[in-house]
């Protein structure tokens, strides 16, 4: 039997209610090192992707996020409880810093769509002398064409994110921002917002976005702060906590 | 505090996204990308293929499939 872990908080003795989680067990909690932790147990070497179970989780972590701000753990982490006991005794100090950024927090995230349409693309040159080039030099002139194009978005979306930045600098405690993660999206950034500046952050990217007309908008939130939670120790420990 | 979907924003327009299939794409985009990671113990298997996640260009996509309907309501 292994512990499914969804997220990890201060301050909690019990649940608000009671809650069922991935594959429908009910959530517990359990106390280590002053903190809490909402688990539950499951028998299985692995969780399914599915709709119900990623839900699942989510709505678990949510569960408290009324009551207080948790550091949500990623979908999928099953553990043995003595792992679960070991892992949160190791990193105790960059859990207790974590938790002391996101307290009284929450996440907005905004991602940010281009038409491609919408930004100016180097117009392909055809003279003579391409007429007369053969394959190999044409594939390179297109293939120059191409990073020219990568190259003018990639400024137009540094410019975008400076702007964001500006827009909802002093309203955010915090932010994590991903440069066009894919090739549509200008950006994908997760704002650290406290509790009671969220109607004024939700309104100030209603207005500022006016400005940006050519640009799609989707800002979702708020959301448990799963985009601040990573400890940066984790990913260079390759096999974990024993 | 209730949904956590209270506010996604689509294009110019100001539309509420409650219960949708972008609501779950973000779901999808938090809980598998994001969040503490005790590493070497995350262990998932995808069966349903309608559920494989491979990135944000899922989400952009549907964003575009969001816009095309929304344009087609407007028309109507």
Known sequence: ?242 | MSSPFEEVIVSSEVEQWEDSDLSLLETLDHVLNRGLVIAGEITISVADIDLIFVGLNVLVSSVETAHEALRKRQIE
């Open chain 1, 1 to 242: 039997m292994k512990l499914y872990v969804y997220c990890l908080a201060e301050g909690v003795d019990a649940l608000p209610e009671p809650v069922n989680g991935v594959s429908g067990a009910p959530v517990r909690l359990l106390k280590t090192e002053d903190l809490s932790v909402l688990v539950s147990d499951l028998n299985a070497d692995a969780v399914p992707v599915t709709r119900e179970n990623a839900l699942g989780h989510a709505a678990v972590v949510r569960s408290i996020l009324d009551r207080t701000t948790p550091l949500p753990f990623r979908f999928g982490t099953l553990v043995t409880e003595q792992q679960l006991r070991n892992y949160v005794a190791a990193r105790k100090p960059a859990l207790e810093t974590k938790l002391a950024l996101v307290r009284g927090c929450v996440e907005m995230s905004v991602k940010i769509i281009w038409e491609l349409s919408g930004i100016e693309q180097p117009e392909p040159v055809e003279s003579d002398q391409d007429n007369k080039q053969g394959a190999g030099a044409t594939f390179l002139t297109e293939k120059r064409r191409e990073i020219l194009g990568g190259e003018l978005m990639e400024e137009e979306a540094a410019d975008i994110s400076t702007w964001l930045h500006e827009t909802v600098g002093g309203l955010i405690r915090s932010e994590q921002v991903s440069l066009r993660p894919a090739e549509k999206l200008v950006l994908s950034a997760a704002h650290l917002v406290e509790r009671d500046k969220i109607r004024q952050y939700r309104e100030k990217i209603s207005e500022a976005r006016k400005d940006r007309p050519k640009l799609h908008f989707l800002l979702s939130g708020p959301w448990p702060p799963y985009s601040f939670a990573n400890i940066e120790l984790e990913f260079k420990t390759p096999f974990g906590v024993s």
